[in-house]
């Protein structure tokens, strides 16, 4: 017998949780394309596995993860953050220009991380801490562009903490759009 379509499954996780039960996402289908609406701050992680026109399911594919960022509205803002609308995710960016404002996101379960941000010639400097441990500083200033992603690496396992971005400039703006926060 020959090919007859696939399944496709998925599990989640939140930034702050573990991932759940998987989830039926497609059942026997054809589709060449499909769009799965993830949540902000989720990672998700999808397999697939083929069936044949008697009935016969093949094994599940190795899952394939990705995340969707976490919005900037989403972070506790500590000091003078200005929220507006812009960006390139969710229609909303924060932005700050004075030494000490803070973005926070406590109790995040993390391995990976990203910064989605607003780069131009004026722009300031922002640091970036993870459990108390600073993973760098991310100078903005460049060609003015919107949605700039910065990685800042990956830990070994994903691990529980608070994640701080803090503008380090003084009168130069930060703006933050996103944060990628992925537990693989």
């Known amino acids: 017998s020959g090919p007859a379509g696939f399944d496709l499954r998925f599990r989640r996780s939140t930034a702050k949780g573990d991932f759940g039960e998987r989830t039926t996402w497609l059942q026997a289908t054809t589709l060449n394309g499909s769009t799965l609406m993830g949540k902000p701050g ?29 919005d900037d509205r989403s972070l ?38 990203a910064i989605m941000a607003r780069t131009c010639p004026e722009c300031g400097t922002v640091r970036v801490s993870w459990r108390g441990k600073v993973l760098g500083t991310i100078d903005l200033s460049a060609p003015e562009q919107d949605g700039v992603i910065f990685s800042m690496g990956t830990k070994g396992k994903a691990r529980s903490g608070t994640l701080v971005l803090e503008v380090r400039s003084k009168g130069r703006p930060v703006t933050i759009d996103a944060v990628g926060i992925t537990r693989v």
């Open 42 to 70: 989720s990672t998700y992680c999808i397999e697939a596995h083929g069936l044949d026109e008697v009935g016969n399911t093949g094994v599940w594919s190795p899952e394939s993860c990705t995340a969707v960022p976490l």
């Open 76 to 113: 506790l803002a500590k000091g003078s953050w200005i929220r507006a609308p812009g960006g390139v995710f969710e229609d909303s960016t924060s932005t700050a220009k004075a030494r000490g404002a803070r973005l926070v996101v406590k109790e995040a379960r993390v391995r990976r991380f």
